[in-house]
Structures are given as structure tokens and as C-alpha cells.
């Protein structure tokens, strides 16, 4: 079964779930700024943990373009609340536990390592703007792009 792949210049899925603190998140909160989505398989891997760390030594660059970051995986507050405070990260960790938002956005799937098949999350990487339309879709994204592909987006906004 393939996956559902969302378009530019349509309305990004609404969701409401809560981050690392157990607080309420939802799409409407970030009425009027730029939003950084991003999807990610687990905390604390190699490659989320780059992907992570890198949008976080980006911070200031992506904050000065309006934008607002999260991260999504199947994870739980706990683990998310874990992976924050071990590298820092300046923005919230959505829990998807029953992975109603990676379904919404098309990034849970079926997926191959090592050759064997499991359920997962497809790296994947989504920049909403203030009024909730979706500016640039990047699935499989690779953990060390999720900077530069988001930065350019929110530049060509301009």
C-alpha cells in the first residue's frame, strides 16, 4: 500500500496533541508564524538525533524567519522529555502515539531495514505558513537537509 502524499498550496492537516509537558499543541497555535514540522522515526538515534541537533544549532535562523519548530515521532512525553534535555533543543517534541498525526500526514508506512519489512515513520519534513497551507512537502528527507530545505522554503516565502 502506497502512501498518501500531501501537495504545496494545500491546506496542511489540523491536529491536536500534546508535547514533551503533556500540553494541548495544535495547528491553530501557530495562527500567523511559520511552522516547521517535522517527522522523525525515534528519539535519540544517530540519525534523529542529527536531524534534531542540527535544526536546534539552526534555531535563531529559522526563528528570525517567523517560523516555529516541531518535532513528531511515536514517541511518548517521557522519551521526548529525555531526548530534549540531553541535546537542548529549543523547541517541543510531539507525542503521536497512536500515530493519528504521521497518518494524517502521510509519513507512516511500511518501511525496509536490514532487509526486513516493519511499520514506521518516513523521515519527513513539512513548512506550514500562519494562515495553515503548506509551503513545501519533503518526504524521505534526509536528517542533514532538514535545515537548508526548510530555510529555503521559508525564504522563498518572501
Known sequence: M???HLKTDTAAPDFATVNEKGEAISLTDFQDRNLVLYFYPRDDTPGCTTQACSLR????????????????????????????EKYELPFSLLADKDKALCKAYGVWGERKFMGKKFMGVHRSLFVIDGQGQLISVHYGISPKDSVSTALQALQDMD
Open 57 to 84: 544549532d539552526n534555531f535563531a535562523a529559522l526563528e528570525a524567519a517567523n517560523a516555529a519548530v516541531l518535532g513528531v515521532s511515536p514517541d511518548d512525553e517521557k522519551s521526548h522529555a529525555k531526548f530534549i
Open 2 to 4: 502506497g502512501l498518501m
